[in-house]
Nanobody, 127 residues
Framework: QAQLVESGGGSVQSGGSLRLSCPVSYYTRRAYCLAWFRQREGRKREGVAAVDSQGHTSYADSVKGRFTISQDNAKDTLYLQMDTLDTDDTATYYC?????????????????????WGRGTQVTVSS
């Protein structure tokens, strides 16, 4: 089982953008579902966005229209493009994988139990 290692976090001003990355080729070859979660200070971890092996996606209501989950053409890397960032997006962001599943736009990101996690990357948004 391959490690998940997030990168791309950092500090940005409100309204700015960041793109997170996570190498996932081991999991895409096995048709796993992939997701981004985040944990804000004092809150439980929450699902942000997810994608299944067919490319179907799901997003948390709080990020719809601002965040985009995607993969490169070779499906080696998972991305989370975050635009119009707000101070409330400040959190540690985690890349996660789970055995094959199915998403559509109405499926909650957290419907499935994710069992493989990265260590997280910090995103800090200042006003």
């Amino acid at each position: 089982q391959a490690q998940l290692v997030e990168s791309g976090g950092g500090s940005v001003q409100s309204g700015g953008s960041l793109r997170l990355s996570c190498p996932v080729s081991y999991y895409t070859r096995r048709a796993y579902c992939l997701a981004w979660f985040r944990q804000r200070e004092g809150r439980k971890r929450e699902g942000v966005a997810a994608v299944d092996s067919q490319g179907h996606t799901s997003y948390a209501d709080s990020v719809k229209g601002r965040f985009t989950i995607s993969q490169d053409n070779a499906k080696d890397t998972l991305y989370l493009q975050m635009d119009t960032l707000d101070t409330d997006d400040t959190a540690t962001y985690y890349c996660a994988a789970t055995p094959p599943c199915t998403y559509d736009l109405k499926t909650p990101v957290e419907l499935y139990k994710y069992d493989t996690w990265g260590r997280g990357t910090q995103v800090t948004v200042s006003s």
